[in-house]
């Protein structure tokens, strides 16, 4: 059994950061990958970040290259987005994921586990 549980979500003016973590309980030492996906109201799950649990090696959806950054922290199993400048088009709600395939597999298939969800809003 795997749990994923986010925090650190919440409301921030246009410019500000937030630092969500995922703190994975479970079966962690068989994951690839982790990473987090985001959803705007009525649409569909979309690629942030992702990050090789075994090497640490990063992807990023080109939108947030430069503003978000994922990190691991493997003895705590727990991963973190460091999202910075945001913009009231990154509101929206916050998945972290883990799954069994590297993080050059990108969509929302490519994972197995989801946590609940946090919400991010960024006012203007």
């Known amino acids: 059994q795997v749990q994923l549980v986010e925090s650190g979500g919440g409301l921030v003016q246009a410019g500000g950061s937030l630092r969500l973590s995922c703190s994975a309980s479970?079966?962690?030492?068989?994951?690839?990958?982790m990473g987090w996906f985001r959803q705007h109201p009525g649409k569909e799950r979309e690629f942030v970040a992702a990050?090789?649990?075994?090497?640490?090696?990063?992807r990023y959806a080109d939108s947030m290259k430069g503003r978000f950054t994922i990190s691991r922290d493997n003895a705590k199993n727990t991963i973190y987005l460091q999202m910075d400048s945001l913009k009231p088009e990154d509101t929206a709600v916050y998945y972290c994921a883990a799954g069994f395939r590297d993080i050059y597999c990108r969509g929302s298939g490519c994972y197995g586990y989801w946590g609940q969800g946090t919400q991010v809003t960024v006012s203007s």
């Open positions: 479970g079966r962690t030492f068989s994951f690839e990958a």
């Open positions: 990050i090789s649990w075994i090497t640490g090696s990063t």
